[in-house]
């Protein structure tokens, strides 16, 4: 059962910005706002890595060096729905993105395989030099 759908991804160049769109699905809406939520990324022919984290309520976040200044998380609880925000993208940005719910309220950080408990299928971010 998919819990959580991406969508925005897609081709741009550098410099440009893009905005991802993790939305809950099934049995996962109802429990959305309870939980803090996450994004991670994936390379080509790297690990995934953890991006940056907002808790429940929007009001605490989590973020991993690569995000600083350049990226914003949010979310909406009545559309049930995070989003990533990524401002002057380089190419090394380029990865597929995964929504992820957190374990716990507050925001935390996955750096170091903090436990995560539903994925979304990933959307594909490709930033062109």
């Known amino acids: 059962q998919v819990q959580f759908v991406e969508s925005g991804g897609g081709l741009v160049q550098a410099g440009d910005s893009l905005t991802l769109s993790c939305a809950a699905a099934g049995s996962s809406v109802r429990t959305f706002s309870l939980y803090a939520m996450a994004w991670f990324r994936q390379a080509p022919g790297k690990e995934r890595e953890f991006v940056l984290s907002i808790g429940f309520a929007g009001g605490h976040f989590y973020y991993a060096e690569p995000a600083k200044g350049r990226f914003t998380i949010s979310r909406d609880n009545v559309k049930n729905t995070v989003y990533l925000q990524m401002n002057n993208l380089q190419p090394e940005d380029t990865a597929i993105y995964y929504c992820?719910?957190?374990?716990?309220?507050?925001?935390?950080?996955?750096?170091?395989?903090?436990?995560?408990?539903?994925w979304g299928q990933g959307t594909q971010a490709t930033v062109s030099a």
């Open positions: 992820a719910k957190g374990a716990m309220a507050t925001a935390y950080s996955g750096a170091s395989n903090e436990r995560f408990t539903e």
